[in-house]
């Protein structure tokens, strides 16, 4: 099941995200981009747009909620409260220590829902970078640091006075040292085929590799006439003799010969195509960002590539197993999990982000995908007693759960875990909304009504269908006026980027 929530990250998780949940995080949060937001809400969207734009402001400066967030996450002793003080200590209260407060709370949250075996890829830039190193290792333990990712985003950048600034750092964390990891394969460099691969009349790549012993201990031989101290037996190297002939000249099955017809000393035949690639390293300078015309750009100033999600999903997660992205923005996280048949949830704070999200998986997956809408009593609640409010919290929570701060926060994890188990007893894990309830709407926007056969979900007795993906919008919100634009799927990716053409200034990354 694929679940959108609308409104501040920090109140979902606390509110509807069980904890060990889930089995891959994946978060790329804004950083001081008022700018680009204000892009998004400062369209004619009338007066709760403001208070949207209000929220974000906030959410970056250093006010007295910033501070009673930071005192909140300091109170309880502990690695991050320590982290935290040393932070305060060497900025003061500033935009950055706004930032650092505001993350904080979340991760904290984030860690409390991934499984065990789950994992963490925290998504950020050069500004932050080293601070929120600091930060995941006091939540994560630095023991369970995995890696630093340099993503390539550009190939080059003007910056005058220092080097261009063409990166991203991507902090890869697991929660333990049991960890799902699937083995990732790079393509070979051209540069490197041309110095080490010999290429056939058809395009295949082969190499000869040295068998002769590197230590020189293995006992001398004659194998059909060359004599050395071979790596393998005279049994293993028959059978390369043996092996169905190729197309590399001067050959006998799987080895190379020399001119006068005996065994080279590099003589094991090798393909390109029989290798999986360069295993995956921590440098990513093969996915490039949207730029121009990447006919996946949908406009959005943030997107990220659906490339770069895969890899961190095939690498982390199972096919089944819950991906969440609590910043998910134009749904790129969404769109890779949901092709890669991975059930997910995504958290976003603007009318828009989830409504482009809509728009995108209706375009992707089309009746694949059967759309529900997410209300149910809580949430109902809370909207009809806050008509002004867009993300269904009162607009005092709003603003609070923006800038880091939740009416009950202790901010450290035995508190949270209790707090969650407490406000969660509806979900379950892996999917931790609610269950769809008797009577509510499952029929896709265009009429789709699932087809397959239906099978009772024991958990909650809802039923549900089996090959049609359900996706449950919790907390949706009107669509904001580009959407009601949009004629048909097909026609909504020109109309979001000429939009976006006109409202954004800028196009810089988080
Ligand atoms: C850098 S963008 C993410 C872009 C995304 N990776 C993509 O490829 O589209 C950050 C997103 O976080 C959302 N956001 C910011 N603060 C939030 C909060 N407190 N709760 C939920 N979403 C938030 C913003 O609306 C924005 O869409």
Redesign the pocket.
């Known amino acids: 099941m694929g679940t959108l929530y609308y409104?501040?990250?920090?109140d979902i998780l606390r509110r509807y995200l069980k904890d060990e949940s889930v089995d891959l995080v994946y978060l790329?949060?804004?950083f001081n981009?008022a700018q680009n937001?204000n892009a998004f809400f400062s369209e004619k969207d009338g007066s709760a747009a403001a208070s949207q734009i209000h929220a974000?402001e906030d959410?970056w400066h250093w006010d007295i909620e910033t501070k009673r967030a930071y005192d909140a996450v300091t109170e309880q002793p502990g690695k991050v409260s320590d982290v935290m003080q040393a932070f305060y200590t060497f900025l003061g209260g500033n935009d950055m220590m706004a930032y650092l407060t505001m993350m904080s709370a979340r991760l904290v949250e984030l860690r409390r829902v991934l499984k065990p075996t789950g994992s963490l890829y925290l998504?950020c830039d050069p500004t932050a970078s080293h601070y929120l190193k600091l930060l995941c290792d006091a939540i994560m333990g630095k023991d369970n640091f995995r890696n630093e990712i340099v993503w390539k985003r550009a190939s080059a950048h003007n910056d005058p006075r220092k080097c261009g600034d063409i990166h991203d750092t991507i902090l890869f964390y697991s929660k333990s040292n049991t960890y799902i990891w699937n083995p990732q394969y790079t393509k070979y460099t051209q540069d490197y085929l041309d110095a080490e691969w010999n290429e056939l009349p058809s395009g295949r790549y082969w190499k000869a590799e040295n068998m002769l012993d590197p230590r020189n201990s293995m006992e001398l031989f004659d194998f059909k006439g060359t004599k050395a101290r071979w790596r393998t037996s005279h049994e293993k190297l028959m059978e390369l003799w043996n092996a169905p002939q190729t197309d590399v000249p001067n050959s006998h099955g799987r080895i190379k010969l020399r001119k006068d017809g005996k065994p080279s000393k590099r003589c094991r035949i090798m393909f390109l195509d029989e290798l999986p690639g360069v295993p995956l390293q921590s440098i990513w300078p093969d996915i490039p960002s949207l730029r121009g015309g990447a006919a996946e750009r949908l406009g959005?100033p943030?997107?990220?590539p659906v490339a770069l999600l895969e890899r961190i999903i095939q690498a982390s997660s199972n096919p089944g197993d819950v991906v969440l992205?609590?910043?998910?923005?134009?749904?790129?996280?969404i769109d890779a999990a949901e092709k890669l048949g991975r059930d997910w949830i995504g958290?976003?704070?603007?009318q828009l982000?989830i409504s482009l999200i809509k728009n995108r998986l209706q375009d992707t997956y089309g009746r694949r995908l059967k759309f529900i809408s997410g209300s149910n009593r809580r949430e109902s609640a809370q909207t009809s007693s806050a008509p002004e409010s867009q993300s269904g919290l009162t607009s005092a929570a709003t603003a609070a759960?923006?800038r880091g701060v939740h009416a009950a926060s202790p901010p450290e994890h035995e508190a949270t875990s209790k707090r969650a188990e407490a406000r969660a007893p509806e979900g379950r894990a892996g999917s931790p909304l609610p269950a769809a309830e008797p009577g509510e709407s499952s029929a896709s926007p265009d009429g789709a009504q699932g087809t397959a056969r239906p099978t009772r979900d024991g958990a909650h007795g809802v039923t549900r269908p089996t090959d049609v993906h359900v996706v449950r919008i919790i907390g949706e919100p009107s669509p904001s006026p580009i959407m009601k634009k949009r004629g048909s799927p097909r026609r909504f990716r020109l109309h979001f980027r000429a939009w976006a053409r006109s409202t954004t200034a800028t196009t810089s990354t988080?």
Request: charged share 15%; glycine share 10%.
């Open positions: 409104g501040d990250n920090l790329d949060p804004p981009s937001y974000f959410t998504h959005y943030t997107q990220k992205d609590p910043f998910c923005g134009c749904g790129t996280t958290i976003d704070v603007t982000a759960t923006a988080s």
